[in-house]
């Protein structure tokens, strides 16, 4: 198949490339060395693939790679860009959210948005927020603890 | 410096949260290939002809490889832990659906996969069992003949066994069962059952084997870097040194990734095609690799009029699928624990592994022991409550106390189990009335504590090294996969070395450079790596004072190490190796009564508490409080540990409630997240969790492993619960809530029919 080429913007620089159209979102960012989204269930269930496509959370693994042709393509990896933690990352950190690591960039990015839209969320908001985001290490208590921790905190500051 | 109970994040946590940790996933090389395995579709045939020609002719594809191929190279390529009985890819026969026949290799994963999807292949078909009790029978043979490998002493009396099925049968006999039965006033017989289910870490496997001048360097998502280099180098008849194992963080394990996997495979691809080869699977193709075995338990005891246990009787049978795995060890190293955390005069085990026609299984976070708490903890609470005890006064009437010998004789130390038991009653308030519900919706409670031992002999290297400016690194090959090993270790060097332990350089394993360990796996690496960091650190200190003696410092002071190095040597120059071995002392069960007096250097309790709500009209369960205990020894950073507590019960909800592979003639029919339901966020339920004060004496600082722990009470407290709330009695995992709708109309006298 025959490559295509897009223009968009990521994690705040404009860039260019040819990429066939069969292949998905997670393809694409490895070709810029980015790999904090990760394919892992390949259905779009597990979240381990989440990237903010134009500010809001697309499954990388569902998404072809050239339907980023003129939007804005924030990863895991842009939310520290000034050398300093996110919010999120901080509370992540402090709470234990995580065993494995290998879900993580999927659940910090997924609380950026729930956060944006939910300052001050429940539990209730957070159960339906990040039902999309699994964790087979389970570190699900740490995971909700962490988001309230967070929405305590600043306002989330990167999300597009 | 205070290092160890101390709470800090993991030292790898940020690079986890800013998504550049870095796992075998990620891992690209120059010239790499991209391999994709061609599978069987039926679960058992004689290979007729594998039809690679249109695979081969497609655009991109660098090479097919068969088993025949790989025979070419490799003159005997099987391979296992336990048995030798694993072809790299499948040869003459195939035994289960979804086994590796073919592989291609191609630049483009695309490619890869495209070219498999072209390749056919003719069986002649053979009859296939699937069920463990089926296949005590001869009739249908999965493998002609035994071949154990030479590793375990105990299994080489099956070489050459033919006209069965059974891997490995392991037999305990303490007292006299039958006499005690005899004499007993009450007994009672159960049959418990448990389902396949799976790991599912969500870095799928994944192997990468770079080729170099008759060495190999193997990247790869696995548990057992030591002896994936002893067993590739076994296969190709090399030395150790030719072979390079490196295991960066690993995204989830559980069991699933110890031994061989893949990494036989890419090794043969690799010299084959000479260029590096990864082969990443799918979240599909993981239920084609390593599962958790289905069990039957049938379980008997017989009890004096004061309802104390005086005999127990227990027959396990391990479905192991198509390849033994490890599945024997588990037969025997889980099996005479079957009968259970109670002080029992008359004990008799069979515990036997099964092949059948099934994706293998293996260890899945408690190396068997969930399988057996199901059954011995379901069956006591029955027990309690046809005597119409209390069902926690039953066990505290009959639990094995330390000081008291457990059933294959060895005297119980450090096991905390009247602990852990207590601990739960305590927090879900058993004594205290609470709400039992109304109408439709009622209410009971549950509880249960299982007992582990620790997988024995087993040895752990650790090296030490004190740099010249005093910054420490420490060597091991204990695979962090999210368990906190590193971390832990770290505080034990900075304890011993009073050093902060953020400051202490872990290096991932690579066998070039990190000397051997036997494997993460079955809790053991806090304890043996632990207490092998421990001693590699005391050795370093012991070295870094005779350094300044050299030096010419006065003994009995504190010179920071870098004015000891400086004084020695002039500048900064040196260093410093701490080494030590770690092997805890072991005597094997006796062949025919299947006892020892040191069967494990520690034990393992964990227990659970429950409280659910059972809507009877629909069965459905809704766990209202789920409390989690366990006897860890003194934690060395209790935050994590008390993560591992909380996820290894959440993981075992999902066992207990959901997670089950559904087989249609041998074939996978849910192999999909989609399909196969593991917990999400909104399925965790109200939780509590303990770590009971307890110390393990001969621990590093107290402490020991606790990964499996929360695993042991989860799915008998919540059918303990169940029957308490609505009178019925499930007896086979998953409890799904058709299941407990049937039994509770058959408790009615009107059941539903069958599918």
Not at chain 2, 242 to 263: A, T
Not at chain 2, 568 to 594: E, H, L
Request: contains cysteine; aromatic residues 8%; glycine residues 10%.
């Amino acid at each position: 198949m025959s490559a295509r080429t897009i223009n968009f913007t990521l994690n705040g620089q404009a860039v260019s490339t040819a990429i066939e159209p069969h292949r998905n979102l997670v393809e694409l960012l490895q070709r810029f060395d980015l790999f904090g989204a990760r394919e892992s269930c390949g259905q779009g269930l597990c979240g381990c693939c989440t990237v903010l496509v134009d500010g809001r959370a697309v499954s990388g693994c569902l998404y072809f790679a050239v339907w980023v042709d003129g939007k804005a393509v924030t990863t895991v990896e842009h939310l520290d860009a000034d050398g300093v933690l996110s919010n999120v990352q901080e509370a992540f950190i402090a709470c234990g959210a995580f065993q494995c690591g290998f879900c993580t960039p999927g659940f910090v990015l997924m609380c950026q948005q729930l956060l944006k839209q939910h300052p001050d969320p429940s539990d209730e908001d957070i159960r339906h927020y990040l039902s999309g985001n699994l964790c087979r290490c389970a570190a699900y208590p740490e995971i909700v603890a962490a988001v309230k921790q967070a929405a305590k905190t600043a306002a989330t500051r990167v999300g597009n | 410096m205070n290092q160890i109970g101390r709470d800090f994040p993991r030292l790898e946590a940020r690079a986890k949260v800013t998504g550049r940790a870095e796992y075998t996933h990620n891992l690209r090389l120059p010239g790499m290939l991209y391999g994709k395995v061609f599978r069987s579709t039926v679960p058992h045939g004689r290979i007729r002809n594998i039809d690679t020609t249109a695979a081969r002719a497609l655009a991109g594809v660098h090479r097919v490889v068969t088993g025949e191929n790989i025979r070419k190279l490799i003159p005997e390529p099987y391979y296992g832990p336990a048995f030798h009985d694993q072809p790299i890819l499948a040869l003459d026969k195939v035994r289960y659906v979804g086994e590796p026949v073919a592989a291609v290799l191609a630049s483009d994963p695309h490619i890869a996969e495209q070219a498999a999807q072209l390749i056919t292949a003719e069986y002649d078909e053979l009859p296939a069992v699937y069920d463990e009790l089926a296949a005590v029978k001869p009739d249908t043979l999965v493998h002609e003949t035994l071949r154990p490998a030479g590793t375990f002493a105990d299994l080489k009396h099956l070489r050459g066994r033919r006209g069965t099925n059974v891997a490995l049968d392991y037999h305990l006999r303490r007292g006299d069962v039958d006499k005690a039965f005899a004499a007993a006033d009450r007994v009672f017989e159960h049959t418990f059952k448990t389902q396949q289910c799976l790991h599912l870490p969500f870095e799928p496997h994944v192997a990468i084997a770079e080729p170099g001048d008759a060495r190999l360097t193997i990247y790869t998502s696995n548990q057992t870097p030591s002896f994936v280099r002893i067993e590739i180098a076994r296969l190709f008849g090399w030395p150790e040194n030719r072979v390079r194992v490196k295991v960066p963080y690993l995204g989830g394990g559980y069991g699933s990734k110890v031994y061989v996997k893949l990494e036989a495979l890419v090794a043969a691809l690799a010299m084959l095609a000479q260029r590096p080869v990864k082969i990443a699977l799918t979240m599909e193709e993981q239920f084609y690799m390593i599962t958790k075995h289905p069990t039957t338990f049938n379980i008997k005891s017989g009890l004096d009029k004061d309802g104390r246990l005086m005999a127990r009787s227990c027959e396990v049978y391990w479905n192991g699928g198509a390849y033994a795995d490890i599945g024997p060890r588990v037969t025997q190293k889980s099996g005479f624990t079957a009968a259970g955390p109670y002080d029992i005069e008359n004990v008799s085990i069979d515990s036997y592994a099964l092949y059948t026609n099934r994706t293998p299984a293996g260890a899945l976070r408690g190396f068997g022991v969930p399988q057996l708490v199901w059954g011995y903890e379901s069956h006591t609470d029955l027990i309690a409550r046809e005597l119409g005890m209390d069902p926690v006064a039953f066990r505290r009437k009959n639990i094995l106390r330390n000081g008291r010998p457990q059933a294959s004789g060895t005297v119980l130390q450090d096991a905390a189990i009247a602990e852990v038991l207590e601990a739960l009653v305590a927090r879900i308030g058993w004594d205290a009335p609470f709400d039992r519900g109304a109408g439709t919706l009622r209410r009971g409670r549950g509880i249960a504590v299982g007992l582990k031992a620790s997988i024995s002999p087993t040895t752990s290297v650790a090296v030490v090294n004190v740099s010249a400016d005093g910054s420490v690194y420490l060597y091991k090959s204990t695979v962090d996969m999210g368990q906190g090993a590193d971390t832990a270790f770290a505080q034990i060097v900075g304890e011993v070395l009073d050093v902060k332990a953020e400051d202490v350089r872990v290096v991932a394993p690579d066998t070039d450079v990190t000397p051997y360990d036997m494997g993460t796996l079955g809790s053991r690496s806090l304890f043996h790596m632990g207490n092998a960091v421990r001693l590699a650190a005391e050795d370093a200190r012991a070295k870094l004072r005779a350094l300044a003696a050299e030096a010419g410092l006065p003994a009995g002071t504190n010179y920071p190490p870098a004015e000891i190095f400086k004084k020695r040597y002039g500048m900064q120059a040196g260093n410093v190796i701490g080494t030590a071995s770690f092997v805890p002392k072991y005597q094997p069960p006796d062949a025919q009564s299947g006892m020892s007096e040191n069967v494990t250097p520690f034990w393992m309790v964990g227990g659970a508490a429950a409280e659910v709500e059972v809507d009877t009209e629909t069965g459905q369960i809704r766990i209202l409080r789920l409390i989690n205990a366990a006897d860890c020894g003194k934690p060395i950073n209790p935050a994590v540990a008390r993560t591992q507590l909380s996820g290894a019960s959440i993981m075992q909800l999902g066992f207990t409630l959901s997670e089950a592979m559904q087989l249609d003639g041998g074939q996978v029919t849910n192999a999909s997240l989609a399909d196969y339901k593991i917990p999400g966020i909104g399925d965790i339920p109200p939780m509590e969790n303990e770590l009971v004060d307890a110390e393990q004496h001969s621990g590093p600082f107290g402490a020991k492993g606790l990964g499996e722990s929360g695993t042991f009470g989860v799915s008998p407290a919540i059918a303990n619960a169940i029957h308490d709330a609505v009178g019925v009695r499930i007896a086979e995992l998953p409890i799904t809530a058709e299941a407990v709708l049937r039994a509770l109309r058959v408790k009615d006298g009107r059941p539903l029919e069958d599918d």
